[in-house]
């Protein structure tokens, strides 16, 4: 069974820092183009990194220089090391997962084809 679990959510003051993991069962995620989403209140989804099978990333401008996207291939698990976070990063972060190894991040982030999804996780930026 295919199974997206994200954790590592929760409140952190504005430039706190929170990395969060999303494991997978059922596949393996090397193989495939993985990414990071988000949806703030009363936002649509909107995509914050993408990385495909060889290492190639894409990040949302308004994160560039403050996240990072990774992969270990041994725990089957990709993060999200979100650093100098703001109110603004707010919102419930979804991972998923293409059925494709060769969509770009850049495809994958602005425009998603999967139905392979995590049930996300909150995160909360405030003082």
């Known amino acids: 069974q295919v199974q997206l679990v994200e954790f590592g959510g929760g409140l952190v003051q504005p430039g706190g820092s929170l990395r969060l993991s999303c494991a997978a069962s059922?596949?393996?995620?090397?193989?495939?183009?993985i990414g990071w989403f988000r949806q703030g209140p009363g936002k649509e989804r909107e995509g914050v990194s993408c990385i495909s099978f060889n290492g190639t990333t894409y990040y949302r401008d308004s994160v560039k220089g403050r996240f990072s996207i990774s992969i270990d291939n041994a725990k089957n698990t990709v993060y999200l090391q979100m650093n100098s976070l703001k109110p603004e990063d707010t919102a419930v972060y979804y991972c998923a997962a293409d059925r494709s190894m060769w969509t770009t991040p850049w495809a994958m982030c602005v425009a998603p084809l999967t139905d392979r999804w995590g049930q996300g996780t909150q995160v909360t930026v405030s003082s």
């Open positions: 059922g596949f393996t995620l090397e193989e495939y183009t």
